[in-house]
């Protein structure tokens, strides 16, 4: 079988789309599926060499706007390469690429699947809606009703999604994290909470510095690392947060980090948080169960609600003084967070394997191949 992806972006920068490109397209391979990607240097750096020298990746130039990912140079190749497709993977929603993709297999008759990554979450759908109503009535309406099933990480995202994509077919495939991170030796620190991953809005990094000045937390001697960029549409600065609070000594700034330097703040890590609004999935949070690393998570959270009703996580509100809370019970408990660190490890070595996702990805392509 011969599975064409179609991705905006491969820049590690960009997250979503890009890591699950590096992981499940090799998983694929080990399967026996031909797989072929074609992209754009949309926002690409050094640390994306591993794509750019793979000789079945196709890089096309991205023009303005760099926000649609606008490529016009990579519409004839890609309808030559539909028609000689099985199946035509696109990753993510209402971007250029994504649009052009779908065209083209709808007009080659080639079955084609859509990979959202959160595009249809409620919390972003609601964010200028009126705009990506009227794009996809008038861009995307005839390409969408073409679908031949789109691919969801979870429950959550699924959910969300059925507001824009009601009909078509739906199929649950969760991501996978790297492997050796089911293999990381922990040697916790004393009394180290980490917060991994892009600081946008919504992941609400604000609500971990001000859980640090609530009781009981303020009275640890406890410390945060951030391991991540800050996004330029934060609102707020986060470093000017932790003075306000007057917690700045206690708050460390790590900026980006490799995946050899994440592994490694995993490993010592005596709690991982991610009190986010919304995540379809939660890669960071999967990583950090993955790497027996306690985990403390908002229900926002696509994988959350499932792996804390088996006892794989604990959940806290969107509240900092609720945050505080959870957060010290286990750095208070040392075996109950031992305990939950292992039970973490356990659900997520059942769940987010680039293999299992691989697997589930192929039926679903054999499914839409078949009917």
């Known amino acids: 079988m011969k599975v064409l992806h179609v991705a905006a972006s491969f820049a590690r920068r960009d997250g979503g789309p890009s890591e699950v490109i590096r992981g499940l397209l090799p998983a694929l391979r080990d399967l026996g599926v031909e797989t072929e990607l074609f992209t754009t240097n949309k926002g690409v750096t050094e640390s994306d060499g591993d794509l750019a020298s793979d000789e079945s990746v ?32 696109v990753h993510s929603f209402q971007t250029y690429t994504s649009s052009i993709a779908m065209r083209a297999a709808l007009k080659a008759g080639v079955p084609y699947v859509i990979q959202p990554h959160g595009a249809l979450d409620s919390y972003h759908w609601r964010q ?22 789109a691919i969801y990480s979870s429950s959550r995202e699924q959910e969300d999604a059925k507001q824009v994509l009601p009909h ?48 009981p937390l303020q009275d640890l001697n406890v410390s945060l690392l951030v391991a991540g960029p800050i996004d330029p549409r934060l609102g707020y600065s986060p ?15 790590l900026g980006q980090v490799d995946n050899a330097t994440r592994a490694h703040l995993l490993s010592r ?103």
């Open 58 to 89: 196709t890089i096309f130039p991205s023009r303005r706007p760099h926000s649609w990912t606008y490529s016009p140079n990579m519409r004839p190749a890609l309808t030559k390469a539909v028609e000689n497709a099985d199946i035509v993977h």
């Open 128 to 149: 200028r809606r009126w705009k990506k109503e009227a794009y996809l009535a008038g861009v995307d309406g005839r390409a969408v009703k073409g679908l031949s099933g």
């Open 168 to 215: 078509v077919r739906a199929f649950n495939v969760p991501l996978g994290v790297t492997s050796e991170l089911f293999h990381l030796e922990r040697d916790p620190a004393e009394q180290q909470i980490l917060f991994l991953g892009r600081v946008t809005p919504k992941k609400r990094l604000d609500l971990v510095i001000r859980a640090l000045n609530q009781p």
């Open 239 to 253: 470093v000017a947060l932790a003075r306000e609070q007057g917690v700045a000594d206690r708050v460390v700034f």
């Open 269 to 371: 890590a005596s709690v991982f948080t991610l009190p986010s609004e919304d995540e379809s999935f939660g890669v960071a949070v999967a990583e950090a169960l993955a790497a027996g690393c306690p985990v403390v998570a908002s229900r926002e959270v696509g994988i959350a609600p499932e792996a804390a009703s088996k006892g794989a996580l604990r959940l806290a509100a969107l509240d900092a003084a609720d945050l505080s809370q959870v957060i010290s019970a286990l750095l208070s408990e040392a075996d109950a967070s031992r305990q939950l660190g292992e039970r973490g490890r356990s659900f997520a070595s059942d769940r987010y394997t680039w293999a299992a996702s691989a697997d589930s990805t192929l039926e679903c392509y054999e499914q839409v191949k078949g009917s």
